[in-house]
C-alpha cells in the first residue's frame, strides 16, 4: 500500500507542463480561424439575408458609386441624383483658352415631349443590372452568391447612356461659331464656251474644322466615368485631296466632259411616262472636281454638295417607300381599303459613277438604276392574315394641348393607322412614324435652349408612344425596348388612378419603343384620334393564341421636390417680359405587366420609371429683341 500511495503522491506533486510555442501558435491560430470564420457566417448571413430582401449585392458599384445593400428604390434614386447634378451642371467647353458653356437640356418646351436631354442615362436598365448579379435559378449558388462577391468578387459596372451625337456637335458649334473655315478645294475654273473655252485650276485653300470625333470619344468616356469634366476642343486641318499640278494633269478630261455634253439621265417608271433629266455643260462646270483614287492617282470627281438639288429632283420624283396591305374595322369586319405596292429607290452614288463613267465619252445617256423594294404584306396574301379579333386596346389623354402638338397626334395615329405587323418581327415605332419634317406633315412647337426660343419638329410623339405601349400591354405582346419620359406630365398620368409610370417616350434618333409580335400570326394596329374628348384609342387585332395581358395600376414610390426658381437672361424676349414654365417634381414607380399564358401560367415583368426633377425656369428679356408672342410659349404643366 505505501508503494501505491507513494506513488500517487508522486504523481500528485509533479508539476504541470507548460505549453510549447508550436501548441501556443496552433491555439491562437484555431481561435483566429474561429474568429474568421464567425464573422464570415454573419457578413455572409447578412449578405444574405439583404439578397433575399432584394438589395443589391456587396462589392458592387456603378462607375464608381457604391450601391451594394441598397434595394432598387434607394439605387435608383441615388443615380437619379447623381445624374441629374450632371445635366444641371451642364458641359464646359475650351477652346484655346475661350470657355463657353452648354446646356444639356432643353430648359422648356410648349410640348412636353420636346424636353429632351443630349447625354440621356438610362437609370433603370442599371439597377436591373445591378439587381441581376448573384442571381439564378439555381438556389444553392444563389446562397454562396453573396459570400463570393463579398470576399473574391467585386463588380463595377457601366451606366448604361445614350448621347444624341447630331445635336452634341451642333451645340459644340455653336459654342464656337467662328472657329471653323471651310477652305477651298482644289478646282477647276472654266472661262468661255466649248469653241474658245479655257481651263485652269485653283489652288485649295486649306481649311480648319473642329475635332468632332475626338470631342464625342471623350464625352462618352465622361459619361461612363459620370463625371463631366472640362472638354478640350481642337481644330484640324482640312487639307487639299489633290495638288495642283496633279490636277492640270486632268485638264484634257475635263474639257472633253464638258464638251460631250448635254447628258440623259433617264428613267422609265413602271407607269406612265419615262423620265429625263438633263446635264448641261454649264452644270458639269459647276460640279466637275480633280481628285484622287484608291491609289492616289488624279481622276475627275463630282461635287455631290453642288448636286445636291438636282439629286434631290429625281428623289422626288422616283422614290417611293413600299406600302403593304393595310385593313379599316367596320363593325366587327376587317376590310381592305389599300393594295399593296413596291417600292423604289435609288442610289446617288450609283448615279454618280454611271455619269462619271459617261461622261467625255459619245454614250450620253444614262439609265437612272433604281432599286426595288417588296412590301412584306403583298396583296395577294392579305386575305389570309386570319385577323379576326381584339388583342388589347390603348387609351391616353390629350386635353389641353396646343394646336400644333394635337395636329402630330392625328398625323402620327394617321401614319400608323391599318399598319400590319408580320409575324416574329419587332415594331419600332420610330421607324414608322419617319421622318419628322414639315413636308411630311409634322408642325414645329418652341423649345427654349440655353437662351434662346427655337422651333423643333417632335410634339406629341410621346402621346404616340404612351398609347402604344398601353395597347401592347393589354395585348400580351413582347416589349423588346421601352423608355419612360424624362418628366412626370399629366398627359401620360395613367387613366385607372391618374398615377404617372405607364408611359413610353420616342425621341428621334433615341430612344425608341419597339414591340415584338410574338403571336405567331399577323397583328394589325387600329388608331382612332377623338377630338373631341382629346383621347386616343389604339388597338391591336389579330389571332389570339390564348394568351391575356394586362398591368397593374401604376404605384409611386417616392417623390422628389423641383427645388429654386432658375432664371435666364434672354435677348429673344422684349426687356422685362418673362416667360415660365411650372415646375416639374421627380418622382419614382412601378407596375406589374402581368400575362396569362396559354396554358394558364403567369409571366410577370415589373416596370420602373424613374423621372427627373424641374425646377420653374424663367426667360427674362434683356437689350433688343425680337418679341415671341407670349401665348406661343406656355411651358410645360402638369395642369394641362
Known sequence: MSKTKDKAEVYKLEAPKTPSAHQTRA???????????VVTVVSAAGATYAYTQNHILPNITVAGLKISGLDRLAATEMLQHRFDNLIDGGLKVELYQDIQHIDLRTSVATDPDLVYQLIDWDINASVDQALAIGRRDNQLYNFFAPLYHLTLKPVHLEPEYSLAETRLINALREAFPNAESEGTPTDFVFVGTNDQMTITVVEAVEGAVLDMNAALQTIKADAQDLSLDTLGLRLVARSAVITQTQAET????ARAAVEKAPYTLTFSPEYGSDLNYTVSANDLKIWLLPGVDDNNQPII????????????????DIDISPQDAKFVIEGDRVIEFAESRDGFIINDDKIIQDLLAA????????????????????????NDLG?????????????????????NIRHGADKLNGLLIPPGETLSLLEKLRPFTIADGYLPELVIKGDEIIPEIGGGLCQIGTTTFRAALNSGLEIVERRNHSLVVSYYNDPSNGNPGT???IYDPAPDLKILNDTGQHILLVTEVNSTKSQLTFTFWGTSDGRQGSYTPPVVLSWTGYGATVEKETTSLAPGVRQCQSPHPGATTTFDYNIVLPDGSLKTREFFSSYRSLPTICLVGIGDATPVPPAEVQGVSDSD
Open 301 to 316: 470627281t463630282l461635287d455631290t454638295s453642288a448636286m445636291a438639288t438636282f439629286l434631290d429632283a429625281i428623289h422626288a
Open 250 to 253: 486632268l485638264i484634257p478630261a
Open 503 to 505: 408611359d413610353a417616350t
Open 359 to 382: 461622261l467625255g465619252t459619245n454614250n450620253t445617256t444614262v439609265v437612272i438604276a433604281a432599286e426595288r423594294t417588296e412590301p412584306k404584306v403583298p396583296t395577294a396574301s392579305a
Open 387 to 407: 385577323i379576326t379579333e381584339i388583342l388589347g386596346v390603348g387609351i391616353s389623354n390629350f386635353s389641353g394641348s396646343p394646336a400644333n402638338r394635337r395636329a
Open 27 to 37: 491555439s491562437k491560430i484555431a481561435v483566429l480561424v474561429i474568429v474568421i470564420t
